[in-house]
């Protein structure tokens, strides 16, 4: 991270219904452009919310939500196994499997 162009901080109103959601949903979008741009991103969780906001300076009345650096990647390595989705997916009606 600390090599990154950038760090993106995503932060919310803490008290409107649903921030978490609506700031992951701008998060991931940002993610899915830059990775576009062939940039290499992460999604960070793993921080101290006082140390951050004590960083950037971010009122009390917000939150950080996540953290992304966002930069050139050091390697591309391969995509990583998947779980096939016939395992998990459902069709209609919870558990039941359609592939
Ligand atoms: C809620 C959440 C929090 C995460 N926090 C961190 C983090 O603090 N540090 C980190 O290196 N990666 C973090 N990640 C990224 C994961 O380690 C992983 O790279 C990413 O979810 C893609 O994994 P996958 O290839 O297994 O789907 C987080 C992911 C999620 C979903």
Avoid: H
Wanted: charged share 20%; hydrophobic share 45%; net charge negative.
């Amino acid at each position: 991270m600390a090599d990154a162009g950038v760090i993106i901080a995503g932060l919310g109103k803490a008290k409107a219904p649903g921030f978490q959601v609506d700031v992951a949903i701008a998060m991931q979008n940002i993610i899915l452009a830059a990775t576009g741009f062939g940039y290499g991103t992460c999604w960070i969780g793993a921080f101290e919310q006082q140390q951050v906001k004590g960083v950037l300076g971010v009122p009390d009345d917000l939150e950080v939500v996540a953290l992304t650096p966002i930069g050139v990647p050091a390697d591309r390595p391969d995509a990583r196994p998947r779980q096939p989705m016939s395992e998990f997916a459902s069709l209609d009606r919870y558990g039941q499997r359609f592939v």
